[in-house]
């Protein structure tokens, strides 16, 4: 079964500067999908990057972007000039290409804005 | 812009008893998700439902779950004899096709299990 660990319960950033924030997995498949979801305090998550396994640039959104190490099994979010409004639980999520389209989530990381 | 939606956003009930949750996906999409989420834990994959049929399940979900698309717009969640453990969120979730499509999630349905 695919695993997915995000080894920081919590982070915190000052409004306008960078944060990493770290997901690392383990499958035996060539093909999947891996994405970052964004849950707000509202608790709705929402989609805020995804990555093609078999793409080997990295994905962006905006201020969003990941780095994407495949033979590393590591998938990182880094948000630039980080605002008030990115403050909330985000998860790193893993989905197979073939057969079942589920998502595998790990536990997520909190991450704090300090203005 | 669409969204999923779920009631109630908050369901208290005794042990022993049935809850049914309750979900309306995006209104084209096919595929439909249930999730829980523990306090404190990760979000697991419980079953997906496709063509009016189960598609995937995880060992989560037995014979004390059941979903169903009773008519063109809402998806259920029953938990037929609830126990304590069963107290989590549950997250209702759609998407419109198998391939990289975005899953869309739902706020979410707090159960507490008393």
């Known amino acids: 079964a695919q695993t997915v660990t995000q080894s920081q319960p919590e982070m915190s950033v000052q409004e306008a500067e960078t944060v990493t924030l770290s997901c690392t997995y383990d499958t035996s498949e060539s093909d999947y999908y891996l994405f970052w979801y964004k849950q707000p305090p509202s608790r709705q998550m929402i989609l805020v990057i995804r990555q093609e396994a078999y793409k080997q640039q990295n994905a962006t959104e905006n201020r969003f972007s990941v780095n994407f190490q495949k033979a590393a099994k590591s998938f990182s979010l880094k948000i630039s000039d980080s605002q008030l409004g990115d403050a909330a639980m985000y998860f790193c999520?893993?989905?197979?290409?073939?057969?079942?389209?589920?998502?595998?989530f790990g536990t997520g990381t909190r991450l704090t804005v300090i203005p | 812009e669409p969204e999923v939606t779920q009631t109630p956003s908050h369901q208290v009930t005794q042990m022993g008893q049935e809850v049914i949750l309750r979900c309306v996906p995006i209104s084209n999409h096919l595929y439909f998700y249930w999730y829980r989420q523990i306090l404190g834990q990760k979000v697991e994959f419980l079953v997906s439902?496709?063509?009016?049929?189960?598609?995937?399940k995880s060992e989560i979900f037995d014979d004390q779950f059941s979903v169903e698309r009773p008519d063109g717009s809402n998806f259920t969640l029953k938990i037929r004899s609830t126990k304590l453990e069963d107290s989590a969120m549950y997250f209702c979730?759609?998407?419109?096709?198998?391939?990289?499509?975005?899953?869309?999630f739902g706020p979410g349905t707090r159960l507490t299990v008393t």
């Open positions: 999520a893993y989905r197979s290409a073939a057969g079942a389209n589920n998502l595998f």
């Open positions: 439902f496709y063509n009016n049929e189960i598609s995937e």
């Open positions: 979730a759609s998407t419109g096709g198998t391939g990289y499509y975005e899953q869309y």
